[in-house]
Protein backbone atom coordinates (compact mmCIF):
# COMPACT_ATOMS: atom_id res chain seq x y z
CA UNK A 1 0.00 0.00 0.00
CA UNK A 2 1.32 3.15 -0.98
CA UNK A 3 -0.33 5.47 0.92
CA UNK A 4 0.05 3.80 4.63
CA UNK A 5 0.83 5.80 7.78
CA UNK A 6 4.20 7.40 7.71
CA UNK A 7 6.41 4.82 9.96
CA UNK A 8 8.92 6.23 12.24
CA UNK A 9 10.51 9.95 12.02
CA UNK A 10 13.89 8.36 13.94
CA UNK A 11 16.64 7.65 11.93
CA UNK A 12 16.10 4.05 11.09
CA UNK A 13 19.28 1.68 9.85
CA UNK A 14 19.61 1.67 6.01
CA UNK A 15 17.62 -1.41 5.21
CA UNK A 16 15.23 -2.38 2.47
CA UNK A 17 12.13 -1.26 4.29
CA UNK A 18 13.63 2.00 5.33
CA UNK A 19 15.02 2.50 1.53
CA UNK A 20 10.99 1.58 0.21
CA UNK A 21 9.51 3.78 2.45
CA UNK A 22 11.41 6.72 1.46
CA UNK A 23 11.42 6.16 -1.85
CA UNK A 24 7.23 5.62 -1.58
CA UNK A 25 7.24 9.54 -0.01
CA UNK A 26 9.55 11.13 -2.75
CA UNK A 27 6.98 10.04 -5.18
CA UNK A 28 4.31 11.17 -3.27
CA UNK A 29 6.55 14.42 -2.95
CA UNK A 30 6.77 14.38 -6.73
CA UNK A 31 3.18 13.91 -6.86
CA UNK A 32 2.76 16.86 -4.25
CA UNK A 33 5.00 18.64 -6.69
CA UNK A 34 3.33 18.06 -10.11
CA UNK A 35 0.03 19.44 -8.63
CA UNK A 36 1.68 22.84 -7.43
CA UNK A 37 0.40 23.50 -11.04
CA UNK A 38 -2.98 22.83 -11.12
CA UNK A 39 -3.32 24.13 -7.49
CA UNK A 40 -1.77 27.79 -9.34
CA UNK A 41 -4.13 27.88 -11.80
CA UNK A 42 -6.94 27.73 -9.28
CA UNK A 43 -5.47 30.02 -6.91
CA UNK A 44 -5.59 32.76 -9.61
CA UNK A 45 -8.85 31.61 -10.60
CA UNK A 46 -10.16 31.71 -7.15
CA UNK A 47 -9.51 35.22 -6.99
CA UNK A 48 -10.32 36.27 -10.00
CA UNK A 49 -13.76 34.89 -9.53
CA UNK A 50 -14.31 36.63 -5.75
CA UNK A 51 -12.83 39.80 -7.47
CA UNK A 52 -15.45 39.51 -10.52
CA UNK A 53 -18.37 38.39 -8.39
CA UNK A 54 -20.40 40.83 -8.69
CA UNK A 55 -20.13 40.41 -12.57
CA UNK A 56 -21.76 37.63 -14.25
CA UNK A 57 -18.15 36.59 -15.60
CA UNK A 58 -16.95 36.28 -11.59
CA UNK A 59 -20.03 33.87 -11.09
CA UNK A 60 -19.25 31.51 -14.02
CA UNK A 61 -15.69 31.75 -13.16
CA UNK A 62 -16.97 30.27 -9.56
CA UNK A 63 -18.56 27.84 -10.87
CA UNK A 64 -15.51 25.99 -12.41
CA UNK A 65 -13.10 26.62 -10.20
CA UNK A 66 -14.60 25.88 -7.15
CA UNK A 67 -15.84 22.59 -7.63
CA UNK A 68 -12.58 21.63 -8.99
CA UNK A 69 -10.57 23.39 -6.14
CA UNK A 70 -12.89 21.05 -4.10
CA UNK A 71 -12.32 17.94 -6.05
CA UNK A 72 -8.27 18.75 -5.70
CA UNK A 73 -8.33 18.99 -1.99
CA UNK A 74 -10.46 16.19 -2.07
CA UNK A 75 -7.62 14.10 -3.19
CA UNK A 76 -5.15 16.21 -1.08
CA UNK A 77 -7.48 15.21 1.92
CA UNK A 78 -7.41 12.05 1.18
CA UNK A 79 -3.65 11.57 0.97
CA UNK A 80 -2.40 13.54 4.34
CA UNK A 81 -5.14 11.43 5.85
CA UNK A 82 -3.38 8.28 4.73
CA UNK A 83 -0.19 9.37 5.50
CA UNK A 84 -1.17 10.82 8.91
CA UNK A 85 -3.02 7.68 10.09
CA UNK A 86 -6.16 10.07 10.71
CA UNK A 87 -9.19 11.30 8.49
CA UNK A 88 -8.90 14.95 7.33
CA UNK A 89 -12.42 16.25 6.97
CA UNK A 90 -14.06 19.40 5.36
CA UNK A 91 -16.80 20.87 6.50
CA UNK A 92 -18.54 22.55 3.90
CA UNK A 93 -21.46 25.06 4.34
CA UNK A 94 -24.34 22.99 3.22
CA UNK A 95 -25.28 24.46 -0.31
CA UNK A 96 -28.57 21.84 -1.19
CA UNK A 97 -31.77 24.27 -2.68
CA UNK A 98 -29.00 27.26 -3.73
CA UNK A 99 -29.31 28.03 -7.11
CA UNK A 100 -26.67 28.88 -9.35
CA UNK A 101 -26.27 32.76 -8.06
CA UNK A 102 -27.07 32.18 -4.23
CA UNK A 103 -24.54 29.39 -4.42
CA UNK A 104 -21.38 31.54 -5.17
CA UNK A 105 -22.64 33.79 -2.53
CA UNK A 106 -22.66 31.04 0.59
CA UNK A 107 -19.47 30.30 -0.95
CA UNK A 108 -17.93 33.71 -0.59
CA UNK A 109 -18.95 33.31 3.28
CA UNK A 110 -18.00 29.82 3.84
CA UNK A 111 -14.49 29.45 5.65
CA UNK A 112 -13.48 25.82 4.71
CA UNK A 113 -14.06 27.69 1.01
CA UNK A 114 -11.45 29.76 1.95
CA UNK A 115 -9.32 27.83 3.83
CA UNK A 116 -9.13 25.65 0.23
CA UNK A 117 -8.15 28.62 -1.37
CA UNK A 118 -5.00 29.36 1.08
CA UNK A 119 -4.09 25.79 0.68
CA UNK A 120 -3.68 26.28 -3.00
CA UNK A 121 -1.59 29.20 -2.64
CA UNK A 122 0.29 26.84 -0.23
CA UNK A 123 0.51 24.08 -2.44
CA UNK A 124 1.96 26.49 -5.00
CA UNK A 125 4.59 28.12 -3.00
CA UNK A 126 5.99 27.21 0.13
CA UNK A 127 4.19 23.56 -0.11
CA UNK A 128 6.36 23.31 -3.43
CA UNK A 129 9.47 23.61 -1.99
CA UNK A 130 8.41 20.77 0.39
CA UNK A 131 7.44 18.71 -1.59
CA UNK A 132 10.61 19.34 -4.67
CA UNK A 133 13.37 18.76 -1.94
CA UNK A 134 13.14 15.27 -1.75
CA UNK A 135 12.88 14.66 -5.23
CA UNK A 136 15.63 17.23 -6.41
CA UNK A 137 17.83 15.49 -3.70
CA UNK A 138 17.31 12.34 -5.21
CA UNK A 139 17.01 13.28 -8.38
CA UNK A 140 20.20 15.39 -9.01
CA UNK A 141 23.13 12.74 -8.06
CA UNK A 142 21.24 10.67 -11.07
CA UNK A 143 20.94 13.09 -13.29
CA UNK A 144 25.00 14.12 -12.31
CA UNK A 145 25.77 10.61 -12.80
CA UNK A 146 23.65 10.10 -16.00
CA UNK A 147 25.79 13.10 -17.48
CA UNK A 148 29.26 12.02 -16.15
CA UNK A 149 28.67 8.68 -18.30
CA UNK A 150 27.31 10.37 -21.25
CA UNK A 151 29.71 13.35 -21.35
CA UNK A 152 32.41 12.12 -19.32
CA UNK A 153 33.62 15.79 -18.32
CA UNK A 154 35.54 16.29 -14.99
CA UNK A 155 33.07 19.23 -14.03
CA UNK A 156 30.02 15.92 -14.05
CA UNK A 157 32.33 13.92 -11.36
CA UNK A 158 32.81 16.87 -9.41
CA UNK A 159 29.24 16.90 -9.21
CA UNK A 160 28.83 13.16 -8.82
CA UNK A 161 31.13 13.30 -5.80
CA UNK A 162 28.47 15.76 -4.23
CA UNK A 163 26.21 13.21 -5.04
CA UNK A 164 27.11 11.19 -1.81
CA UNK A 165 26.21 13.82 0.75
CA UNK A 166 23.12 15.04 -1.39
CA UNK A 167 21.80 11.27 -0.99
CA UNK A 168 22.49 11.13 2.69
CA UNK A 169 20.74 14.71 3.41
CA UNK A 170 17.51 12.99 1.32
CA UNK A 171 17.82 9.66 3.56
CA UNK A 172 17.55 11.52 6.66
CA UNK A 173 15.32 14.41 5.90
CA UNK A 174 12.61 12.96 3.60
CA UNK A 175 10.48 11.53 5.97
CA UNK A 176 10.51 14.86 8.16
CA UNK A 177 9.53 16.47 5.06
CA UNK A 178 6.72 14.66 3.94
CA UNK A 179 5.12 14.58 6.91
CA UNK A 180 5.78 18.15 7.82
CA UNK A 181 3.91 18.70 4.60
CA UNK A 182 1.12 16.34 5.61
CA UNK A 183 0.65 17.88 9.08
CA UNK A 184 0.30 21.14 6.94
CA UNK A 185 -2.20 19.97 4.59
CA UNK A 186 -4.21 18.40 7.57
CA UNK A 187 -4.27 21.77 9.43
CA UNK A 188 -5.07 23.73 6.14
CA UNK A 189 -7.94 21.88 4.27
CA UNK A 190 -9.34 20.06 7.74
CA UNK A 191 -11.31 20.82 10.19
CA UNK A 192 -10.65 24.35 12.26
CA UNK A 193 -9.88 24.13 15.80
CA UNK A 194 -12.86 25.48 17.29
CA UNK A 195 -14.67 23.15 14.09
CA UNK A 196 -13.13 20.66 15.97
CA UNK A 197 -14.12 21.39 19.42
CA UNK A 198 -17.62 21.61 18.50
CA UNK A 199 -17.66 18.60 17.01
CA UNK A 200 -16.08 17.00 20.09
CA UNK A 201 -18.86 19.09 21.98
CA UNK A 202 -21.72 17.74 19.66
CA UNK A 203 -19.67 14.11 20.10
CA UNK A 204 -19.67 14.09 23.92
CA UNK A 205 -23.01 15.67 24.23
CA UNK A 206 -24.55 12.64 22.67
CA UNK A 207 -22.96 9.68 24.33
CA UNK A 208 -23.54 11.50 27.87
CA UNK A 209 -27.09 11.18 26.93
CA UNK A 210 -26.24 7.94 25.94
CA UNK A 211 -24.93 7.15 29.18
CA UNK A 212 -27.78 9.04 31.16
CA UNK A 213 -30.59 6.66 28.97
CA UNK A 214 -28.54 3.55 29.95
CA UNK A 215 -28.00 4.23 33.17
CA UNK A 216 -31.78 5.05 33.50
CA UNK A 217 -32.92 1.88 31.71
CA UNK A 218 -30.05 -0.39 33.65
CA UNK A 219 -31.36 1.04 36.83
CA UNK A 220 -34.92 -0.66 35.25
CA UNK A 221 -33.85 -3.38 34.90
CA UNK A 222 -32.74 -4.39 38.40
CA UNK A 223 -35.78 -3.52 39.93
CA UNK A 224 -37.66 -5.41 37.56
CA UNK A 225 -35.21 -8.14 38.43
CA UNK A 226 -35.47 -7.64 41.95
CA UNK A 227 -39.44 -7.63 41.43
CA UNK A 228 -39.54 -10.59 39.46
CA UNK A 229 -37.25 -12.32 41.20
CA UNK A 230 -35.86 -12.54 44.78
CA UNK A 231 -38.33 -10.37 45.76
CA UNK A 232 -41.19 -12.16 44.81
CA UNK A 233 -39.77 -15.93 45.99
CA UNK A 234 -39.16 -14.22 49.33
CA UNK A 235 -42.73 -13.48 49.46
CA UNK A 236 -43.70 -16.60 48.20
CA UNK A 237 -41.82 -18.53 51.20
CA UNK A 238 -43.58 -16.15 53.68
CA UNK A 239 -46.71 -17.26 52.49
CA UNK A 240 -45.68 -21.44 52.87
CA UNK A 241 -44.33 -20.53 55.84
CA UNK A 242 -47.68 -19.01 56.90
CA UNK A 243 -49.60 -21.41 55.63
CA UNK A 244 -47.67 -24.36 57.50
CA UNK A 245 -47.64 -22.56 61.05
CA UNK A 246 -51.74 -22.64 59.71
CA UNK A 247 -51.35 -26.15 59.13
CA UNK A 248 -49.21 -27.48 61.51
CA UNK A 249 -51.32 -28.81 64.18
CA UNK A 250 -53.99 -30.37 61.69
CA UNK A 251 -51.91 -31.43 58.82
CA UNK A 252 -48.64 -31.72 60.08
CA UNK A 253 -47.87 -33.76 56.38
CA UNK A 254 -49.55 -30.80 54.76
CA UNK A 255 -47.39 -28.33 56.83
CA UNK A 256 -43.91 -30.28 56.37
CA UNK A 257 -44.51 -30.31 53.06
CA UNK A 258 -44.83 -26.72 52.78
CA UNK A 259 -41.75 -25.88 54.69
CA UNK A 260 -39.70 -28.11 52.18
CA UNK A 261 -40.93 -25.90 49.70
CA UNK A 262 -39.67 -23.05 51.24
CA UNK A 263 -36.82 -24.19 51.94
CA UNK A 264 -36.34 -24.61 47.84
CA UNK A 265 -37.80 -21.59 47.07
CA UNK A 266 -35.53 -19.41 49.72
CA UNK A 267 -32.48 -21.29 47.98
CA UNK A 268 -33.87 -19.93 44.86
CA UNK A 269 -34.23 -16.10 46.15
CA UNK A 270 -30.56 -16.17 47.11
CA UNK A 271 -29.92 -17.50 43.40
CA UNK A 272 -31.66 -15.12 42.07
CA UNK A 273 -29.91 -12.62 44.44
CA UNK A 274 -26.38 -13.47 43.32
CA UNK A 275 -27.43 -13.33 39.38
CA UNK A 276 -28.74 -9.82 39.88
CA UNK A 277 -25.22 -8.98 42.01
CA UNK A 278 -23.61 -10.49 38.94
CA UNK A 279 -25.62 -8.05 36.20
CA UNK A 280 -24.39 -4.85 38.66
CA UNK A 281 -20.97 -5.83 39.38
CA UNK A 282 -19.41 -9.57 39.02
CA UNK A 283 -17.11 -10.70 42.09
CA UNK A 284 -15.11 -11.88 39.81
CA UNK A 285 -14.72 -8.21 38.26
CA UNK A 286 -14.04 -6.50 41.99
CA UNK A 287 -12.10 -9.26 43.27
CA UNK A 288 -9.34 -10.04 39.94
CA UNK A 289 -9.77 -7.20 37.87
CA UNK A 290 -10.77 -7.26 34.16
CA UNK A 291 -8.44 -10.32 33.24
CA UNK A 292 -10.23 -12.41 36.01
CA UNK A 293 -13.51 -11.08 35.98
CA UNK A 294 -13.57 -11.93 32.05
CA UNK A 295 -11.82 -15.52 32.55
CA UNK A 296 -14.62 -16.13 34.96
CA UNK A 297 -16.98 -15.45 32.42
CA UNK A 298 -15.56 -17.40 29.92
CA UNK A 299 -15.64 -20.52 31.83
CA UNK A 300 -19.43 -20.01 32.28
CA UNK A 301 -20.10 -20.22 28.60
CA UNK A 302 -21.42 -23.47 26.59
CA UNK A 303 -18.26 -22.69 24.27
CA UNK A 304 -14.56 -22.84 24.81
CA UNK A 305 -13.37 -19.60 25.12
CA UNK A 306 -9.29 -19.19 24.62
CA UNK A 307 -8.73 -16.00 27.03
CA UNK A 308 -5.00 -14.07 26.52
CA UNK A 309 -5.43 -10.45 28.14
CA UNK A 310 -2.15 -8.45 29.38
CA UNK A 311 -3.83 -5.76 31.41
CA UNK A 312 -2.57 -4.49 34.75
CA UNK A 313 -4.84 -5.08 37.45
CA UNK A 314 -4.51 -0.38 37.35
CA UNK A 315 -7.08 0.17 34.95
CA UNK A 316 -9.86 2.74 35.93
CA UNK A 317 -12.48 0.75 37.62
CA UNK A 318 -15.37 2.40 35.38
CA UNK A 319 -13.63 1.33 32.29
CA UNK A 320 -12.84 -2.14 33.62
CA UNK A 321 -16.34 -2.54 34.30
CA UNK A 322 -17.62 -0.85 30.73
CA UNK A 323 -15.19 -3.06 29.04
CA UNK A 324 -16.71 -6.36 31.01
CA UNK A 325 -19.97 -5.85 29.62
CA UNK A 326 -18.98 -5.29 26.44
CA UNK A 327 -17.03 -8.45 26.22
CA UNK A 328 -19.92 -10.31 27.82
CA UNK A 329 -22.37 -8.83 25.47
CA UNK A 330 -19.84 -9.66 22.54
CA UNK A 331 -19.58 -13.44 23.69
CA UNK A 332 -23.37 -13.98 24.40
CA UNK A 333 -23.89 -12.90 21.08
CA UNK A 334 -21.26 -15.38 19.30
CA UNK A 335 -22.73 -17.90 21.87
CA UNK A 336 -26.70 -17.15 20.34
CA UNK A 337 -26.12 -16.35 17.20
CA UNK A 338 -22.67 -17.34 15.31
CA UNK A 339 -23.10 -20.97 15.80
CA UNK A 340 -19.62 -20.93 16.36
CA UNK A 341 -17.32 -23.97 17.63
CA UNK A 342 -14.66 -21.92 19.79
CA UNK A 343 -14.09 -18.67 20.43
CA UNK A 344 -10.94 -16.53 21.74
CA UNK A 345 -9.98 -13.06 23.34
CA UNK A 346 -7.32 -11.49 23.05
CA UNK A 347 -5.72 -7.87 24.42
CA UNK A 348 -3.67 -5.96 25.95
CA UNK A 349 -2.30 -1.71 26.66
CA UNK A 350 -0.87 -0.56 23.61
CA UNK A 351 0.15 2.95 23.63
CA UNK A 352 -2.14 4.47 26.46
CA UNK A 353 -5.28 2.21 24.81
CA UNK A 354 -6.85 -0.69 25.82
CA UNK A 355 -7.37 -2.97 22.71
CA UNK A 356 -9.41 -6.05 23.25
CA UNK A 357 -10.34 -8.44 20.40
CA UNK A 358 -12.76 -11.15 20.20
CA UNK A 359 -13.01 -13.95 17.41
CA UNK A 360 -14.96 -16.90 16.83
CA UNK A 361 -15.19 -19.54 13.90
CA UNK A 362 -18.85 -19.17 13.35
CA UNK A 363 -20.55 -18.15 10.58
CA UNK A 364 -20.25 -14.68 10.61
CA UNK A 365 -22.83 -11.94 9.22
CA UNK A 366 -23.08 -9.83 12.63
CA UNK A 367 -24.43 -6.78 11.71
CA UNK A 368 -22.50 -4.00 13.94
CA UNK A 369 -25.84 -1.36 13.73
CA UNK A 370 -27.99 -4.74 15.52
CA UNK A 371 -29.08 -3.71 18.94
CA UNK A 372 -26.43 -5.61 20.97
CA UNK A 373 -23.77 -4.42 19.02
CA UNK A 374 -24.97 -0.92 19.05
CA UNK A 375 -25.64 -0.83 22.55
CA UNK A 376 -22.33 -1.83 23.32
CA UNK A 377 -20.72 0.68 21.28
CA UNK A 378 -22.86 3.59 22.59
CA UNK A 379 -21.18 2.28 26.10
CA UNK A 380 -17.56 2.39 24.79
CA UNK A 381 -18.51 5.85 23.62
CA UNK A 382 -18.90 7.34 27.08
CA UNK A 383 -15.72 6.67 27.99
CA UNK A 384 -14.24 7.63 24.00
CA UNK A 385 -13.96 3.97 22.95
CA UNK A 386 -14.97 2.32 19.82
CA UNK A 387 -15.94 -1.05 18.69
CA UNK A 388 -14.95 -2.21 15.18
CA UNK A 389 -16.99 -5.40 13.47
CA UNK A 390 -15.83 -7.44 11.33
CA UNK A 391 -17.93 -10.42 9.71
CA UNK A 392 -18.03 -11.61 6.57
CA UNK A 393 -21.26 -13.62 5.93
CA UNK A 394 -19.47 -17.25 6.28
CA UNK A 395 -17.55 -15.95 9.11
CA UNK A 396 -15.26 -15.64 11.13
CA UNK A 397 -16.22 -12.82 13.43
CA UNK A 398 -13.95 -10.42 14.46
CA UNK A 399 -14.92 -7.72 17.00
CA UNK A 400 -12.32 -5.48 18.22
CA UNK A 401 -12.67 -3.17 21.22
CA UNK A 402 -10.86 -0.01 21.72
CA UNK A 403 -10.78 2.19 24.87
CA UNK A 404 -8.35 4.89 26.00
CA UNK A 405 -7.42 4.46 29.19
CA UNK A 406 -4.24 5.74 31.53
CA UNK A 407 -3.64 3.24 34.14
CA UNK A 408 -4.32 4.53 38.22
CA UNK A 409 -0.72 4.13 39.72
CA UNK B 1 -70.61 -16.46 59.36
CA UNK B 2 -71.24 -16.76 55.66
CA UNK B 3 -73.52 -19.23 54.37
CA UNK B 4 -71.51 -19.83 51.15
CA UNK B 5 -67.89 -19.63 51.01
CA UNK B 6 -67.01 -16.41 49.13
CA UNK B 7 -66.24 -16.26 45.63
CA UNK B 8 -62.71 -14.78 44.42
CA UNK B 9 -61.22 -13.68 41.39
CA UNK B 10 -57.22 -13.44 41.58
CA UNK B 11 -55.17 -11.56 39.40
CA UNK B 12 -51.02 -12.61 39.87
CA UNK B 13 -48.76 -13.06 37.05
CA UNK B 14 -46.07 -15.08 39.18
CA UNK B 15 -47.21 -18.60 38.82
CA UNK B 16 -45.24 -19.04 42.27
CA UNK B 17 -47.29 -16.54 44.06
CA UNK B 18 -50.89 -17.06 42.24
CA UNK B 19 -50.33 -20.85 43.21
CA UNK B 20 -49.35 -19.66 47.14
CA UNK B 21 -52.32 -17.35 46.98
CA UNK B 22 -55.25 -20.15 45.39
CA UNK B 23 -54.07 -22.24 48.26
CA UNK B 24 -54.22 -20.02 51.30
CA UNK B 25 -57.64 -18.56 50.26
CA UNK B 26 -58.77 -21.97 49.84
CA UNK B 27 -57.23 -23.39 52.81
CA UNK B 28 -59.59 -20.24 54.29
CA UNK B 29 -62.53 -22.07 52.88
CA UNK B 30 -62.77 -19.56 49.78
CA UNK B 31 -63.40 -20.21 46.80
CA UNK B 32 -61.45 -19.59 43.93
CA UNK B 33 -64.00 -18.94 40.79
CA UNK B 34 -60.97 -17.26 38.17
CA UNK B 35 -57.51 -16.86 38.21
CA UNK B 36 -55.80 -14.64 35.55
CA UNK B 37 -52.67 -13.47 34.77
CA UNK B 38 -52.72 -10.14 32.69
CA UNK B 39 -54.91 -6.95 32.40
CA UNK B 40 -56.49 -8.15 29.36
CA UNK B 41 -57.94 -10.75 30.85
CA UNK B 42 -58.16 -9.61 33.78
CA UNK B 43 -60.78 -6.82 32.44
CA UNK B 44 -62.81 -9.45 31.42
CA UNK B 45 -62.76 -11.28 34.22
CA UNK B 46 -63.92 -8.04 36.01
CA UNK B 47 -67.30 -8.22 34.68
CA UNK B 48 -68.24 -11.54 36.23
CA UNK B 49 -71.33 -11.23 37.84
CA UNK B 50 -70.56 -13.87 40.68
CA UNK B 51 -67.71 -12.16 42.53
CA UNK B 52 -67.74 -11.44 45.50
CA UNK B 53 -63.85 -9.99 46.19
CA UNK B 54 -60.89 -9.45 43.47
CA UNK B 55 -57.58 -10.00 44.79
CA UNK B 56 -55.36 -8.45 42.47
CA UNK B 57 -51.70 -7.80 42.18
CA UNK B 58 -50.62 -3.98 40.92
CA UNK B 59 -48.36 -4.86 38.19
CA UNK B 60 -49.73 -6.73 35.56
CA UNK B 61 -48.47 -8.21 32.36
CA UNK B 62 -48.53 -6.34 29.29
CA UNK B 63 -46.98 -3.47 30.56
CA UNK B 64 -45.84 -3.86 34.36
CA UNK B 65 -46.80 -0.68 35.83
CA UNK B 66 -50.23 -0.31 37.84
CA UNK B 67 -52.58 -1.80 35.25
CA UNK B 68 -54.18 -3.88 38.04
CA UNK B 69 -54.77 -0.75 40.16
CA UNK B 70 -56.17 1.05 36.92
CA UNK B 71 -58.80 -1.97 36.31
CA UNK B 72 -59.82 -1.90 39.91
CA UNK B 73 -60.75 1.73 39.69
CA UNK B 74 -62.31 1.35 36.50
CA UNK B 75 -64.46 -1.79 37.19
CA UNK B 76 -65.52 0.12 40.33
CA UNK B 77 -66.63 3.24 38.75
CA UNK B 78 -69.10 0.54 36.47
CA UNK B 79 -69.80 -1.61 39.68
CA UNK B 80 -69.67 1.05 42.67
CA UNK B 81 -68.88 -1.21 45.77
CA UNK B 82 -67.27 -4.17 44.11
CA UNK B 83 -64.58 -5.31 46.72
CA UNK B 84 -61.12 -5.20 45.68
CA UNK B 85 -58.31 -6.32 47.85
CA UNK B 86 -54.99 -5.01 45.84
CA UNK B 87 -51.72 -6.92 46.64
CA UNK B 88 -48.50 -5.42 45.98
CA UNK B 89 -44.55 -5.77 46.31
CA UNK B 90 -44.32 -2.11 47.72
CA UNK B 91 -47.18 0.33 48.59
CA UNK B 92 -47.53 3.63 47.70
CA UNK B 93 -50.00 6.11 49.37
CA UNK B 94 -50.92 7.98 46.42
CA UNK B 95 -52.04 4.82 44.76
CA UNK B 96 -53.95 3.92 48.20
CA UNK B 97 -55.30 7.88 47.55
CA UNK B 98 -56.58 6.39 43.95
CA UNK B 99 -58.33 3.20 45.22
CA UNK B 100 -60.51 5.42 48.22
CA UNK B 101 -61.01 8.27 45.96
CA UNK B 102 -64.66 7.01 44.99
CA UNK B 103 -64.95 6.73 49.26
CA UNK B 104 -67.24 3.81 48.49
CA UNK B 105 -64.79 1.15 51.00
CA UNK B 106 -64.83 -2.67 50.22
CA UNK B 107 -61.03 -1.68 49.34
CA UNK B 108 -57.93 -3.45 50.68
CA UNK B 109 -54.31 -2.62 49.68
CA UNK B 110 -51.47 -4.69 51.51
CA UNK B 111 -47.85 -5.91 51.22
CA UNK B 112 -47.72 -9.62 49.63
CA UNK B 113 -45.53 -9.72 52.76
CA UNK B 114 -49.30 -9.81 54.96
CA UNK B 115 -50.41 -12.78 53.38
CA UNK B 116 -47.87 -14.62 55.50
CA UNK B 117 -49.56 -13.77 58.40
CA UNK B 118 -52.07 -16.39 56.91
CA UNK B 119 -55.07 -15.68 59.69
CA UNK B 120 -54.62 -11.99 59.04
CA UNK B 121 -54.95 -12.01 55.71
CA UNK B 122 -57.61 -14.10 55.71
CA UNK B 123 -59.78 -11.69 57.93
CA UNK B 124 -58.70 -8.54 55.97
CA UNK B 125 -60.09 -10.51 53.06
CA UNK B 126 -63.79 -11.12 54.76
CA UNK B 127 -63.25 -7.50 56.02
CA UNK B 128 -63.30 -6.40 52.45
CA UNK B 129 -65.45 -8.33 50.68
CA UNK B 130 -68.42 -7.19 53.52
CA UNK B 131 -67.30 -3.59 52.56
CA UNK B 132 -64.61 -2.72 55.11
CA UNK B 133 -61.66 -1.42 54.64
CA UNK B 134 -58.15 -2.41 55.28
CA UNK B 135 -55.01 -0.69 54.28
CA UNK B 136 -51.14 -1.49 55.17
CA UNK B 137 -49.50 -0.09 58.12
CA UNK B 138 -47.07 1.32 55.67
CA UNK B 139 -49.70 3.20 53.86
CA UNK B 140 -51.32 4.08 57.23
CA UNK B 141 -48.02 5.28 59.03
CA UNK B 142 -47.11 7.31 55.27
CA UNK B 143 -50.70 8.90 55.60
CA UNK B 144 -49.79 10.14 59.22
CA UNK B 145 -46.15 11.03 58.88
CA UNK B 146 -47.50 13.53 55.78
CA UNK B 147 -50.62 14.19 56.96
CA UNK B 148 -50.63 18.79 56.58
CA UNK B 149 -52.73 18.41 59.71
CA UNK B 150 -50.35 18.50 62.38
CA UNK B 151 -52.02 20.17 65.37
CA UNK B 152 -54.45 18.39 65.96
CA UNK B 153 -53.06 15.17 65.71
CA UNK B 154 -50.56 16.62 68.37
CA UNK B 155 -53.08 17.04 70.56
CA UNK B 156 -53.87 13.16 70.58
CA UNK B 157 -52.03 11.07 73.23
CA UNK B 158 -49.70 8.36 72.52
CA UNK B 159 -52.69 5.69 73.03
CA UNK B 160 -54.84 7.58 71.28
CA UNK B 161 -52.47 7.70 68.23
CA UNK B 162 -51.71 3.78 68.27
CA UNK B 163 -55.73 3.50 68.36
CA UNK B 164 -56.15 6.18 65.72
CA UNK B 165 -53.37 4.01 63.27
CA UNK B 166 -55.15 0.53 63.90
CA UNK B 167 -58.38 2.61 63.17
CA UNK B 168 -57.13 3.97 59.71
CA UNK B 169 -55.64 0.48 59.07
CA UNK B 170 -59.16 -0.64 58.77
CA UNK B 171 -59.55 -2.72 61.92
CA UNK B 172 -62.52 -3.06 64.16
CA UNK B 173 -62.69 -1.89 68.32
CA UNK B 174 -63.16 -5.65 68.78
CA UNK B 175 -59.24 -6.36 66.84
CA UNK B 176 -57.78 -3.29 68.41
CA UNK B 177 -58.16 -3.95 71.69
CA UNK B 178 -56.77 -7.39 71.46
CA UNK B 179 -53.73 -5.62 69.69
CA UNK B 180 -53.23 -2.89 72.16
CA UNK B 181 -54.41 -5.68 75.23
CA UNK B 182 -57.10 -3.64 76.38
CA UNK B 183 -60.91 -3.45 76.70
CA UNK B 184 -63.26 -2.93 74.16
CA UNK B 185 -64.48 0.08 76.15
CA UNK B 186 -61.33 1.31 76.61
CA UNK B 187 -60.61 1.58 72.52
CA UNK B 188 -64.23 2.76 72.53
CA UNK B 189 -63.29 5.62 74.55
CA UNK B 190 -60.17 6.39 73.00
CA UNK B 191 -61.97 6.61 69.73
CA UNK B 192 -65.10 9.16 71.18
CA UNK B 193 -61.61 11.66 72.08
CA UNK B 194 -59.92 11.10 69.12
CA UNK B 195 -63.20 11.96 66.99
CA UNK B 196 -63.49 14.89 69.28
CA UNK B 197 -60.19 15.89 69.05
CA UNK B 198 -60.28 15.81 65.19
CA UNK B 199 -63.34 17.68 65.10
CA UNK B 200 -65.07 14.75 63.63
CA UNK B 201 -68.80 13.81 63.62
CA UNK B 202 -69.32 10.61 65.80
CA UNK B 203 -70.54 7.34 63.93
CA UNK B 204 -71.47 4.37 65.46
CA UNK B 205 -70.47 2.55 62.01
CA UNK B 206 -67.71 0.50 61.90
CA UNK B 207 -66.87 1.35 57.84
CA UNK B 208 -67.84 4.87 57.88
CA UNK B 209 -65.56 5.53 60.86
CA UNK B 210 -62.45 4.51 58.90
CA UNK B 211 -63.13 6.12 56.05
CA UNK B 212 -63.79 9.72 58.19
CA UNK B 213 -60.48 8.88 59.42
CA UNK B 214 -58.70 8.32 56.35
CA UNK B 215 -60.53 11.41 54.27
CA UNK B 216 -59.12 13.15 57.18
CA UNK B 217 -55.96 12.00 57.45
CA UNK B 218 -55.71 12.84 53.43
CA UNK B 219 -56.74 16.06 54.57
CA UNK B 220 -58.83 16.73 51.08
CA UNK B 221 -55.96 15.69 49.58
CA UNK B 222 -56.75 12.60 46.40
Known sequence: MPLTRIRSLAPTPVDGAGLGERLRLTAVCLVWALLAAPALALAIGSILSAALGPLAVGMVLAHGVVPATAALTRLHRRVAGALLGSPVIADYADTTGRNLVTRPMRWLTDGARWRDVAFLWFSATGGFVLALLPVALLAAPLAHLTGAVLDGGLFWWLLVLLGGPSLLVWWLITPALARARAVAEGNILGRSRVERLRHRVAEVAASRADTIDHGAEELRRIERDLHDGAQARIAAVGMSVGLAEKLLRTDPEAASRLLQEARTTSVEALEDLRSVVRGIYPPALADRGLTGGVEALALQLPLPVTVSLRVPRTLPRPVESAVYFAVSECLANTVKHAAANRAWLTGGLVEGRLVLVIGDDGRGGADPAGSGLAGVARRLAAFDGTLDVVSPAGGPTLVTLEVPCATVP | ?222
Open chain 2, 1 to 222: MRDRPLRVLLAEDQALLRAGLTRILETGGLEVVATVGSAPELRVALTRPDLDIAILDVRLPPTFTTEGLVAAVEARRSRPGLAVLVLSQYVEPLYAGELLADGGGAIGYLLKDRVSDVDDFLEAVDRVAAGGTRLDPQVVAALVRSTHRRRPLDRLTEREREVLTLMAEGRSNVAIADRLFVSEKAVGKHTTSIFTKLDLPPTADDNRRVLAVLAWLRGGRA
